[in-house]
Nanobody, 127 residues
């Protein structure tokens, strides 16, 4: 099965930008959905964004529109999350995930529909 590796996390001041990358070990064309999630200490894992590789469709959580952009480079088997105007509440471990559930597009922000996860990358935003 495909393996996912996140990178690009780090510490940044409020208002700054970061770009996360999620590299897949092989083509994720067989995956129905690829997603970005985040989990802050003491909070549940939260869906941030998703892409549908076969359909070329992208989704970002409405509250993050205008600050976060998700994209997918098929040739590089890599998904990206461009984050701008970062706020302290964006501090979390960010995970990417892949789903082979053909109906994952219905609930792309639900962790349970994803069956492959990366190890996560820490993002810390200081005010």
């Amino acid at each position: 099965q495909v393996q996912l590796v996140e990178s690009g996390g780090g510490s940044v001041q409020a208002g700054g930008t970061l770009r996360l990358a999620c590299a897949a070990s092989r083509s994720v064309a067989s995956s129905s959905c690829l997603g970005w999630f985040r989990q802050a200490p003491g909070k549940e894992r939260e869906g941030v964004a998703a892409v549908w590789p076969r359909g070329g469709v992208e989704y970002v959580q409405p509250d993050l529109l205008g600050r976060f952009i998700v994209s997918h480079d098929t040739a590089k088997n890599t998904m990206y999350l461009q984050m701008g105007n970062l706020k302290s509440e964006d501090t979390a471990v960010y995970y990417c995930a892949a789903s082979t559930d053909e109906y994952c597009y219905v609930t792309p922000r639900t962790p349970a529909v994803y069956n492959v996860w990366g190890q996560g990358t820490q993002v810390t935003v200081s005010s």
